[in-house]
């Protein structure tokens, strides 16, 4: 559902004009009269028939008077259409020019879902006739190209902006920029937390006292070089709203997944088989402007406000590289595949197409957060017979069950070390295991509990800077494997779509991994969420 009046820009409505809003036949309708009751509002639609040619649908008119605006205004059912109008032709269309007059700033029109189709909109100055503007609009969930009213100018909507390292984001009023070359602006449906996302807002910063004199303000405890204001926030779902010069791949309208890591498809990395680190949009997480022109596009009071991961969706819309949006099907609900668009798809793919285990094999995963449960999700759909869930919060074990984990070992409990526990569960070693912690002691120990001669040891948790990663040479002689991976080695443009596939075959369950939901204006609900251990995965809904 959507309202004419989303679609017009601030001129339109405080204009006192006609608008004439015609659905699909704008060649016959362009050259209509202008209409002449001033407060008539009547839709022509057509559709596609399965042969390809167009015919008309039913012509309907919505009549709205200005007593039921403000109810209109918050109303989610569609009103009542009121009886089809549809008579007379003109000039070859057998429909009426679909159009009337409308006050705009005075009245709200309903379209309803099933009505979305391409929609022309054209404002005509009441008095003269003249023709002010034309320019096709769309509703959100059409699937029809054509540009939004919105298209090339600035968006002033709400972002949730974090001003300070670990403070509580402040929901803001920012203005986001139109797309440039290669860039898309997109209107974020959903969007939800993940550690990473913590983890640089957290930012700590420290004072490194050195010897004798010297006191340094270091980057930060983590090694990061914080960066505020920003909007954080990378998995997410939206809607492209308008694409910058040279955007071939993508149309308004088209329903996508930011991806913190990019593929341009033409570096040599895009090009090989083996890599999903492209050259030009690999993840960098210091940089907070756009790769093109070095600078950002969200604005308050016309001072910068800094990106994060190239996709900062926290906020209502937010510009993008095309290199780092998948397109999905269109069928796909945003509110369920956004956690896809991180996660999820990293921790499956860890498993999937890195540690790659066999059937009956053991799989020991680190870290029970949504990434960690992805991972064993991937473990369970490969076959694995034994499945161990390490983590030091026991409150994750119980819920760890419905993904396939079989035992859990709990660092705390031991005094060794865990490598040394989980050798001796299962004779020697496990066959793989997955690290989804961030922490090195965790990753050291993932490496160290894989079977000498065949284990393959996979990282996935992101680490501090300045971490060292220490483990005897003669465990890697002894023919262990280690490896690493971001956005577990899926090539976001090209394979992220066939992850949306499995979740619509029903091969992969992501309603399990969201266990939370909150609006946007309560996003910070979801920091201490994840920060107690509590959520795996919190979706924040943008509309709410
Ligand atoms: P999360 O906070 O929900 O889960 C992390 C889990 O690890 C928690 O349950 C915590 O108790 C456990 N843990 C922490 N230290 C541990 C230790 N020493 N031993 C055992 N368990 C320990 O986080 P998440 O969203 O699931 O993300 C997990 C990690 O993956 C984070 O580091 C995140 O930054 C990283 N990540 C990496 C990629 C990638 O592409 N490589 C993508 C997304 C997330
Ligand atoms: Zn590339």
Not at 395 to 417: L, M, Q
Not at 510 to 530: L, Q
Request: hydrophobic residues 40%; contains cysteine; charged residues 20%.
């Amino acid at each position: 559902m959507w309202t004419i009046a989303e679609q017009l820009s601030s001129d339109d409505r405080t204009r006192d004009c006609c608008i004439t809003v015609v659905f699909s036949h704008a060649i016959s309708c362009e050259k209509a009269a202008p209409p002449s009751s001033p407060v008539r509002f009547t839709v022509a639609t057509r559709s596609q028939s399965s042969s390809g040619s167009f015919h008309h649908r039913p012509v309907r008119a919505w009549r709205h008077e200005a007593a039921r605006d403000a109810a209109a205004a918050s109303a989610t059912t569609p009103h009542t259409p009121a009886k089809c109008t549809a008579s007379g032709a003109n000039d070859g269309c057998p429909l009426p020019h679909g159009s009337s007059c409308w006050n705009s700033h005075r009245k709200a029109i309903y379209i309803s879902e099933e009505e979305e189709e391409e929609v022309f909109i054209t404002v005509i100055n009441s008095s003269s006739s003249e023709v002010i503007s034309r320019r096709r609009g769309r509703g959100a969930a059409s699937t029809t190209a054509a540009m939004a009213s919105t298209a090339g100018s600035i968006i002033p909507c709400k972002a949730a902006v974090a001003w300070e390292a670990g403070k509580p984001l402040v929901i803001e009023q920012v203005e986001v920029a139109p797309p440039k070359a290669m860039e898309v602006r997109v209107k974020i449906k959903y969007t939800s937390l993940c550690h990473t996302d913590v983890y640089f807002w957290e930012a700590k910063a420290c004072l490194l006292p050195l010897p004798r004199y010297l006191i340094i303000l270091c980057t930060d405890s983590a090694g990061q070089t914080p960066l505020f204001p920003r909007i954080f926030g990378h998995e997410a779902a939206g809607i492209v709203e308008s694409v910058g010069e040279g955007v071939k791949d993508l149309e308004v309208g088209d329903h996508v997944l930011p991806v913190f890591t990019g593929e341009c498809k033409e570096c040599a990395q895009c090009k090989s088989q083996e890599s999903n680190i492209c050259d030009l949009l690999r993840i960098n997480t210091d940089r907070g402007v756009m790769i093109g022109d070095g600078n950002a596009r969200f604005s308050k009071n016309g001072n910068p406000i800094y990106h994060f991961l190239g996709t900062s969706t926290f906020s209502e819309y937010t510009v993008i590289h095309v290199g780092c949006l998948a397109k999905i099907d269109k069928s796909a609900p945003l509110d369920k595949v956004c956690v896809l668009s991180c996660g999820i798809s990293t921790g499956l793919g860890a498993t999937l197409n890195v540690a790659k285990p066999k059937r009956g094999s053991t799989v020991a995963i680190f870290g029970l957060g949504a990434v960690g449960l992805a991972a064993a999700e991937g473990a369970r759909i490969a076959g694995a017979s034994r499945i161990i869930g390490v983590d030091l919060n026991p409150s994750r074990f119980e819920g760890a069950k419905k993904f396939g984990v079989t035992e859990f070992v709990n660092p705390k409990d031991h005094d060794r070390p865990v490598q040394e526990v989980i050798a001796e569960m299962t004779n020697g070693g496990v066959d793989r295991s997955v690290e989804c912690t961030g922490n090195v002691k965790a990753m050291m120990s993932a490496f160290e509990c894989v079977h000498d001669g065949w284990g393959v040891a996979v990282l996935v948790g992101v680490p501090n800077k300045d971490d060292m990663f220490m483990t005897k040479p003669v465990n890697l002689l002894n023919e262990r494997t280690l490896r690493g991976t971001f956005f577990g080695n899926y090539k976001p443009r090209t394979d992220l779509p066939s992850v949306v596939d499995m979740y619509m075959k029903k091969q992969l369950e992501v309603e399990k991994f969201i266990t939370h939901r909150v609006p946007f204006s309560d996003i910070n609900k979801a920091f201490d969420y994840m920060l107690k251990g509590e959520s795996l995965r919190c979706l924040v809904s943008m509309d709410e």
